[in-house]
């Protein structure tokens, strides 16, 4: 993937965990799983272990979003670096040849 498509991609993650939907979506999620996990019966071990799984991979997908949005940025800050280091060497052949 090239830098500036994971800069795309970072801009995607970031509009989709700012969308009120999503994080509406989100508070839902984490609060019927919570809400499940305390309807559970103790004696329902397999029951609260589906539950705690659910709130870990809610959790690692909000994550994987996140390090979307890391890597983005990092790759806009790369493909800016890169952007600065071709107009300065430009303006450094144009001093040779203009003096």
Request: aromatic share 6%.
């Amino acid at each position: 993937m090239t830098d500036h498509q994971t800069a795309q991609q970072g801009v995607d993650a970031r509009l989709v965990l700012e969308n009120p939907a999503y994080k509406a979506a989100m508070e839902s999620l984490r609060a019927q799983v919570v809400q499940q996990w305390k309807d559970c019966p103790v004696r329902d071990k397999e029951g609260q272990l589906l539950l705690l799984q659910l709130a870990k991979l809610t959790d690692k997908f909000e994550g994987i979003l996140n390090g979307l949005v890391e890597s983005g940025k990092f790759a806009d800050h790369k493909i800016n670096i890169d952007k600065e280091r071709d107009e300065s060497g430009a303006r450094k052949g144009l001093r040779r040849v203009f003096g």
